[in-house]
C-alpha cells in the first residue's frame, strides 16, 4: 500500500473501502507506538540518571518481569481483564521490584554500581520468572492469555488502550520533563547537588516514580518491550552530549521512532504473519547491551586516570557509532532485497541466492536487487572514503571531489561517450575511470606552482569544475532529445541499469583503495599537524599526499562510472560521520559506512516515498544543499 493510498485513506472517496479500513485500523497502532515507544525511551533515561548507570534499563533491571509477576497473578487469582487493571498491577509490580533491585545492589561498599546492579536485576529477573511460572503452567487458560501478552506487542492496541494509557503517560512526561533541571545537578554529584539547594532524596523519588510510572503504563497495555530504554538514552548522548535538556524530547523522538522502526520490521520478516516488536527490538537490543556491559570493570578501575578514562570513552564511542552504522547497513542492504514492486520473503531471497531457482522471483532478485544492492554499498562507501581523505588531506570542510571538480572529470567523458561516440555500458564506465584519473592529475599538476598548497588546489578544482560543466552543458545543448535523457539519467547519479558484471571490479577497487588509505591514515593524522611537524617525525611528505590522492580518485573514478556523480554523498559522509563518532579518532571506518547508509536511505527514499521515482543523486543532492549554506554561513562567521 503506497502514500497515496494511505493519504486517500483520509479523504472522502479518496481511496476503496478495503484500504480505508485497513488504514483506519492502523491509525490507533501507530498512535499507540508513538506514545509506547516515547515512555520507554524517557523511562530508561530516568532510570539511568538517578542510578547514575549506563546500563540501566526496565528490561536489564527487572522491572519488566516483576510486572509481569503482578499481571499474571491478577489473571490467575482475580481474573482481571481490563487495561485499567492490568496497568495498576503492572505499576506495583515495576515498583516493588524496582526498589528490591536498587537495595540489592546497594548492599555493602562501593554502592549500586553497574555490575552489581546488573547482577541484582538478573538475579532478580530469574527467581521473578520462576514464579511467573509457578503461577502460569497450571492453568492453560491463564497460560494462554499471558503468553500472547509477555512477548510485548502493539499489534492489538486500540483507542481504548490509548485512552487508559495517556492520564499516566501525561504524568510521567510532565514529571520527567519538570526533574530535568535538577538531575543535570543530580550527575555532578550528590553532595554538589545538595550544596546547590537540591533535595537529592526527592528528586531521585519523584525520577523513580516517572520513570516506573511510563514503563509499567505501556508494559501493561503492550507487554514487556525490551532494551528500547538501553538503546535510545546512549544513542542520543552519543550525539548531543551529557545535558538532559537535549537527551530527554530526543530520547522520546528516538523512542517512539525505534519501536514502529521495529513493528513494520516485525510485520515485514513475519509475513504473512507478524513477529512481535518486542521479539524485534530483543534481537536489536541484545547486541547493543553487550557492547555496553564489555569492559565495564576496567572502566570503574582505571577512571582515576583521566586520560585513559577520556581514551576509553572516544574509543568506546566510535566503536559503538561503528556497529550501529554497520547494523543500518545491513538492516538496508535486507530492505533492499527484500522490499520491492513485489515483497520476498527473507527465506524465498536466501534460496534464491544458494542458487535455488524460484520462478518469478530469480530474475528480480539476482539481476535487478542483487548488482543494486552491492553497487549502493560499495559506491556509498567510496563516496564517503573518498570525501573524507580529501577534507583530512586539504583541512578544508569544502574540498569534497564533489566541489574541486573530481567528479567531473568522470562525468564529461562519459557524456561525451553517450552524445558522441553512441556508447554505453562497460565502455563508458571505463572511460570515465580514464577520464576521471587524467582530469584530477591535470589539476594536481596546475595546483603545483611555485610549490603545492591545499589552497591552490582546490582554488584549482573549483575552476576546472566550472570548464568541465560549461562542457557538459555545451554538449546537451546540441544533442538529440533522445540522447539528452540517457545521458541526464546518468549525470543525475542513480543505481538503475547497474548490471552484475561491474560489481566486480567495483568491489576489488574499493576494497585495495582502502586497505591504502588504512595503511597510509597514520602519515596522514601527522600530516594534519603542519608539514614542519611531518617531516621532524620522518613522513615522506609528497608520496604519503600522492598515495592518498591516488587512492581516493580511484575510489571516485571507479565509484562514478558505476552509478554516475551521486550528488554530496563526499561531502555529506565525513563531517556526519565525525560528528556522530566524536573526536580522537580516525573516522575513516564510519566515514565509509555513513556513505552507504547515505546511499541505501536515499535510493529506497527516491523509488518508494513519492509518487514518482527519483535517482539516489537527486535526494542526496537535496540532502546536501542546506548543510553546505549551513557550512559556508558558519565558516563566514568563523573568520568574521
Given at each position: 500500500m503506497g502514500i497515496q493510498s494511505v493519504l486517500g485513506a483520509f479523504v472522502p472517496n479518496g481511496a476503496p473501502e478495503l484500504e480505508v479500513h485497513i488504514v483506519l485500523a492502523r491509525v490507533p497502532r501507530t498512535v499507540f507506538g508513538v506514545l509506547a515507544g516515547a515512555a520507554l525511551g524517557?523511562?530508561?533515561?530516568?532510570?539511568?540518571?538517578?542510578?547514575?548507570?549506563?546500563?540501566?534499563?526496565?528490561?536489564?533491571?527487572?522491572?519488566?518481569?516483576?510486572?509481569?509477576?503482578?499481571?499474571?497473578?491478577?489473571?490467575?487469582?482475580?481474573?482481571?481483564?481490563?487495561?485499567?487493571?492490568?496497568?495498576?498491577?503492572?505499576?506495583?509490580?515495576?515498583?516493588?521490584?524496582?526498589?528490591?533491585?536498587?537495595?540489592?545492589?546497594?548492599?555493602?561498599?562501593?554502592?549500586?554500581?553497574?555490575?552489581?546492579?546488573a547482577l541484582a536485576g538478573a538475579a532478580a529477573s530469574t527467581a521473578l520468572q520462576s514464579l511467573v511460572n509457578t503461577v502460569m503452567l497450571p492453568n492453560t487458560q491463564v497460560m494462554d492469555q499471558f503468553r500472547f501478552w509477555q512477548v510485548g506487542s502493539i499489534s492489538g492496541a486500540s483507542w481504548e488502550d490509548i485512552k487508559l494509557m495517556s492520564p499516566y503517560l501525561?504524568?510521567?512526561?510532565?514529571?520527567?520533563?519538570?526533574?530535568?533541571?535538577?538531575?543535570?545537578?543530580?550527575?555532578?554529584?550528590?553532595?554538589?547537588?545538595?550544596?546547590?539547594?537540591?533535595?537529592?532524596?526527592?528528586?531521585?523519588?519523584?525520577?523513580?516514580?516517572?520513570?516506573?510510572?511510563?514503563?509499567?503504563?505501556?508494559?501493561?497495555?503492550?507487554?514487556?518491550?525490551?532494551?528500547?530504554?538501553?538503546?535510545?538514552?546512549?544513542?542520543?548522548?552519543?550525539?548531543?552530549?551529557?545535558?538532559?535538556?537535549?537527551?530527554?524530547?530526543?530520547?522520546?523522538?528516538?523512542?517512539?521512532?525505534?519501536?514502529?522502526?521495529?513493528?513494520?520490521?516485525?510485520?515485514?520478516?513475519?509475513?504473512?504473519?507478524?513477529?512481535?516488536?518486542?521479539?524485534?527490538?530483543?534481537?536489536?537490543?541484545?547486541?547493543?547491551?553487550?557492547?555496553?556491559?564489555?569492559?565495564?570493570?576496567?572502566?570503574?578501575?582505571?577512571?582515576?586516570?583521566?586520560?585513559w578514562s577520556g581514551y576509553y570513552k572516544r574509543k568506546k564511542r566510535y566503536w559503538f557509532t561503528a556497529c550501529i552504522l554497520l547494523s543500518l547497513v545491513i538492516l538496508l542492504a535486507c530492505i533492499m532485497m527484500v522490499y520491492g514492486n513485489t515483497i520476498y520473503m527473507p527465506g524465498t531471497v536466501l534460496e534464491v541466492l544458494k542458487g535455488n531457482e524460484t520462478k518469478g522471483a530469480a530474475f528480480t532478485i539476482k539481476t535487478l536487487r542483487l548488482p543494486r544492492m552491492l553497487a549502493a554499498i560499495f559506491c556509498g562507501a567510496a563516496f564517503g572514503l573518498a570525501g573524507n581523505t580529501f577534507q583530512k588531506l586539504l583541512g578544508n570542510p569544502l574540498a569534497s571531489p564533489d566541489i574541486i571538480g573530481v567528479t567531473s572529470g568522470a562525468s564529461v567523458a562519459a557524456v561525451f561517450g553517450i552524445l558522441v561516440l553512441k556508447w554505453n555500458g562497460n565502455i563508458v564506465s571505463i572511460l570515465a575511470v580514464l577520464s576521471g584519473l587524467l582530469v584530477s592529475s591535470a589539476i594536481y599538476f596546475f595546483a603545483q606552482g611555485d610549490g603545492f598548497s591545499n589552497g591552490k588546489l582546490i582554488l584549482t578544482g573549483i575552476g576546472m569544475q566550472a570548464f568541465l560543466n560549461a562542457l557538459i552543458s555545451w554538449m546537451l545543448l546540441k544533442a538529440s532529445e533522445y540522447d539528452v535523457s540517457s545521458a541526464l539519467r546518468w549525470l543525475s547519479g542513480s543505481l538503475n541499469g547497474v548490471s552484475m558484471d561491474q560489481v566486480p571490479r567495483l568491489m576489488v577497487v574499493v576494497v585495495f583503495s582502502t586497505v591504502a588509505i588504512f595503511l597510509l591514515n597514520r602519515h596522514l593524522e601527522i600530516l594534519q599537524l603542519g608539514e614542519a611537524h611531518a617531516r621532524v617525525l620522518g613522513i615522506r611528505i609528497t608520496a604519503t599526499?600522492?598515495?592518498?590522492?591516488?587512492?581516493?580518485?580511484?575510489?571516485?573514478?571507479?565509484?562514478?562510472?558505476?552509478?554516475?556523480?551521486?550528488?554530496?554523498?563526499?561531502?555529506?559522509?565525513?563531517?556526519?560521520?565525525?560528528?556522530?563518532?566524536?573526536?580522537?579518532?580516525?573516522?575513516?571506518?564510519?566515514?565509509?559506512?555513513?556513505?552507504?547508509?547515505?546511499?541505501?536511505?536515499?535510493?529506497?527514499?527516491?523509488?518508494?516515498?513519492?509518487?514518482?521515482?527519483?535517482?539516489?543523486?537527486?535526494?542526496?543532492?537535496?540532502?546536501?544543499?542546506?548543510?553546505?549554506?549551513?557550512?559556508?554561513?558558519?565558516?563566514?562567521?568563523?573568520?568574521?
Open positions: 524517557m523511562s530508561g533515561l530516568l532510570m539511568q540518571s538517578i542510578t547514575r548507570n549506563p546500563i540501566a534499563d526496565p528490561s536489564i533491571l527487572g522491572v519488566n518481569t516483576g510486572a509481569s509477576l503482578f499481571v499474571v497473578c491478577g489473571i490467575a487469582f482475580f481474573h482481571i481483564q481490563s487495561g485499567n487493571q492490568y496497568i495498576w498491577l503492572a505499576f506495583a509490580g515495576a515498583a516493588l521490584t524496582a526498589v528490591l533491585v536498587y537495595g540489592l545492589a546497594s548492599v555493602g561498599t562501593g554502592g549500586a554500581t553497574p555490575i552489581r546492579l501525561a504524568v510521567g512526561f510532565v514529571l520527567a520533563f519538570f526533574l530535568v533541571p535538577s538531575l543535570n545537578t543530580l550527575a555532578l554529584g550528590d553532595d554538589v547537588a545538595t550544596g546547590l539547594g537540591v533535595n537529592v532524596t526527592v528528586v531521585r523519588g519523584l525520577a523513580a516514580l516517572s520513570g516506573v510510572l511510563l514503563c509499567a503504563a505501556v508494559t501493561a497495555l503492550a507487554g514487556p518491550i525490551s532494551f528500547i530504554g538501553l538503546m535510545v538514552p546512549h544513542l542520543i548522548r552519543a550525539l548531543v552530549g551529557p545535558d538532559l535538556k537535549k537527551i530527554m524530547p530526543l530520547s522520546a523522538v528516538c523512542g517512539a521512532c525505534v519501536l514502529l522502526i521495529s513493528d513494520v520490521l516485525g510485520r515485514i520478516w513475519g509475513s504473512p504473519g507478524e513477529l512481535e516488536s518486542g521479539i524485534v527490538t530483543a534481537l536489536i537490543g541484545g547486541p547493543v547491551f553487550f557492547y555496553h556491559t564489555k569492559g565495564q570493570g576496567t572502566l570503574f578501575i582505571m577512571k582515576k586516570n583521566t586520560i599526499r600522492l598515495g592518498l590522492i591516488l587512492c581516493a580518485l580511484l575510489l571516485i573514478a571507479f565509484a562514478t562510472s558505476v552509478t554516475g556523480p551521486i550528488a554530496s554523498v563526499a561531502f555529506l559522509a565525513g563531517p556526519i560521520a565525525a560528528r556522530i563518532s566524536g573526536s580522537g579518532k580516525s573516522n575513516l571506518m564510519t566515514s565509509a559506512l555513513t556513505g552507504c547508509v547515505l546511499v541505501m536511505v536515499s535510493d529506497l527514499v527516491g523509488q518508494y516515498a513519492f509518487p514518482s521515482r527519483y535517482p539516489v543523486g537527486v535526494v542526496t543532492g537535496i540532502l546536501g544543499a542546506p548543510y553546505l549554506i549551513y557550512l559556508l554561513i558558519r565558516m563566514n562567521r568563523m573568520e568574521g
